[in-house]
């Protein structure tokens, strides 16, 4: 009789001991995947950075190219807040907005 009482303890220990490594394996694991989806956030949002920066360089040059080109010709009543730009230059305003949209959420 006290060696199924032994057989016993020993079986329950043995469970015990799986079940604690079963969940140190469970932790490790979901702390390996929120450490991926962490980064992979942190890639995602630079990107988003990045495409911004190049944004907003692309449409102040396009902007200053266009000021420094109705600048050439100015008329003498004109003021900033009267100028406008031209067609092709809104034109190529929106291409540049619709390829980095694209580009942001593709």
């Given at each position: 009789m006290t060696k199924t009482k032994d057989e016993a303890a020993m079986n329950l220990q043995?469970?015990?001991?799986?079940?604690?490594?079963?969940?140190?394996l469970s932790a490790l694991k979901s702390s390996t995947n929120h450490r991926r989806e962490a980064t992979a956030i942190n890639e995602e949002q630079e990107r988003d950075n990045q495409l911004l920066r190049i944004s907003n360089q692309a449409l102040s040059i396009a902007l200053t190219t266009e000021l420094r080109r109705k600048s050439e010709f100015p008329k003498p009543t004109t003021t900033f807040s009267q100028m406008a730009l031209d067609p092709t230059t809104y034109f190529i305003l929106i291409i540049i907005v619709l390829l980095l949209f694209t580009l942001l959420y593709s």
């Open positions: 043995i469970a015990i001991r799986c079940a604690k490594a079963a969940m140190l």
